[in-house]
């Protein structure tokens, strides 16, 4: 079954707390950051605290990821190489603005799995594409590796590059967004949405939410718990929508049986590319568990 | 060589390492939870220092509700920079 990646919430490494509170709200996934959330004179604590975390604490069925610091840091490489070892699958690339940095990690991640008697490939990585160069290479990134799972859009530093100031009707962002969910669906990875800042905004936040649902994302990021059960209901197919597709699904199964070619479903025509989104929505409920 | 790491707040733990040449482990924890679970925190301590091959010094623990976890990595954190470890240094 496809994995749900429909909230990806950012949580600092920096306090023991955060570890086993965060779980508590059930995002799909949590990104753990040793990266801007951690001031430059607790880099080392907060990947020891992730290390010892990661091998005590059961997380059951949320996805863990690591934001690293880039590997041109003083930290990046030490991160990947602790982290891994301590049991970490899915890391976080931030900044990645051309194949070439996901090729450099996947170089490293190579030597760290064989080191440690890690099956080669087992860890994953979510490239994160934070600047105007990073999105006219998504393709290029994402299809740059098998480790690659995701790619997640990062309007912060993007827009800063870019010398504009982020909107609420995020225009400053159109073009960078429909091309990462482009890419993404060509190179068959999920395509993450960009955090939304302002917490106080919750109308804000699940306006820009449901675009990105329209526009193609598989989720987003989020920085704040509240933010998670949002972005769920938003992600989630609804009642109605899982009972049309399940007509759907069923109408063509019978159509199929009886050797009829073109079939009607509440009055709509219901041809191939119909019954795959039925069926893709079915996978959907099924691993959100809306359905059994 | 001393080294500190941690922070006197809630659930986490403040943890100084003074390393020396003998004299073996002496561990301190002034904890208002160690009547029921100073075995379990002392055994976190040694874990660690244990895993980092360190067999002389003074550590002392002042903790605030922290899990062993954190006691652990605390520990390590600070057995590294008694060690004087450099940021790009495990």
Not at chain 1, 28 to 50: G, N, P, Q, T
Not at chain 1, 234 to 250: D, H, M, N, Y
Request: charged fraction near 30%; proline fraction near 3%; glycine fraction near 4%.
């Amino acid at each position: 079954m496809k994995k749900l990646r429909r909230t990806m919430l950012f949580c600092p490494a920096s306090e023991p707390k955060m570890f086993y509170n965060t779980p508590v709200y059930h995002p799909d996934c949590i990104i753990f950051d040793l990266e801007d959330a951690v001031a430059y004179a607790e880099k080392d604590s907060a990947r020891d605290l992730l290390c010892e975390a990661v091998k005590t604490l059961d997380f059951k069925d949320i996805e863990i990821f690591v934001r690293i610091n880039p590997l041109y840091t003083a930290f990046g490489e030490t991160d990947v190489r602790e982290i891994v070892k301590a049991g970490v699958r899915n890391i976080r690339l931030p900044m990645c603005e051309t194949a070439e940095d996901v090729k450099k990690l996947e170089a490293l991640l190579t030597e760290v799995e064989k080191e440690n008697n890690i099956d080669v490939g087992a860890v994953k990585v979510q490239c994160a594409i934070e600047t105007p160069k990073g999105v006219l290479n998504a393709l290029a990134i994402a299809t740059a590796s098998p480790r690659v799972v995701s790619i997640s859009f990062g309007a912060e530093d993007y827009t800063r590059i870019l010398g504009v100031d982020r909107t609420k009707t995020a225009k400053e962002l159109a073009y960078a967004r429909s091309y990462i969910v482009l890419a993404a669906s060509v190179a068959n990875v999920d395509a993450i949405d960009t955090v939304w800042s302002d917490v106080s905004d919750i109308e804000g936040f699940k306006a820009e939410v449901q675009e990105a649902k329209i526009m193609g994302f598989s989720g987003k990021s989020c920085v704040h718990p509240a933010q998670v059960k949002e972005v769920h209901k938003i992600f989630t197919p609804s009642q109605e929508e899982v009972e049309k597709s399940l007509r759907i699904i069923e109408a063509a199964k019978e159509a199929e049986e009886k050797g009829i070619g073109v079939i009607t479903v509440d009055g709509k025509m219901v041809d191939v590319p119909v019954i795959q989104k039925a069926e893709r929505i079915i996978s959907l409920a099924k691993a959100a568990k809306v359905l059994k | 060589m001393v080294g500190t790491a941690g922070f006197e707040r809630e659930q986490d733990c403040l943890v100084k390492v003074t390393l020396k040449d003998t004299g073996g482990l002496n561990i301190h924890i002034n904890s208002k939870l160690k009547l029921l679970f100073g075995k379990q925190m002392l055994e976190a301590v040694k874990d660690a220092a244990n895993e980092l091959k360190v067999e002389n010094a003074d550590i002392e623990v002042s903790e605030f509700g922290s899990l062993d976890f954190a006691i652990r990595a605390r520990v390590k954190t600070a057995i590294r920079r008694a060690r004087g470890a450099k940021y790009e240094e495990a």
